[in-house]
């Protein structure tokens, strides 16, 4: 499974972004997606996720701010980003469990400007 991200970028705090996350080489949906996040000098801590039964869970620094989504048939995944605070800025990886087995993307950076 390989997963490609994109949308991530600078935006000034208030703003919003979507970050999307396509995977590939499966031919059945994934088991899980979602997102981590890794700040400079921090751990990488799980933003958001969902498994293809629909079962999801945000972090509390994020509920009612993000909002995740997936497209099963694609094998797709996103965040929508709201009202973004600085300290939401961080590399977002897009994650994968399937089979057993993590993947994870190259990491897209978010940038939020006070």
């Known amino acids: 499974v390989q997963l490609v991200e994109s949308g991530g970028g600078l935006v000034q705090a208030g703003g919003s972004l979507r970050l999307s996350c396509a995977a590939s080489?499966?031919?059945?949906?994934?088991?899980?997606m979602g997102w981590y996040r890794q700040a400079p000098g921090k751990q990488r801590e799980l933003v958001a996720g969902m498994t293809s039964g629909g079962s999801a869970n945000l972090a509390d620094s994020v509920k009612g701010r993000f909002t995740l989504s997936r497209d099963n048939a694609k094998n797709m995944v996103y965040l929508q980003m709201n009202s973004l605070k600085p300290e939401d800025t961080a590399v977002y990886y897009c994650n994968a469990i399937h089979g057993g087995i993590d993947y994870w993307g190259q990491g897209t950076q978010v940038t939020v400007s006070s």
């Open positions: 080489g499966s031919r059945f949906s994934i088991n899980f």
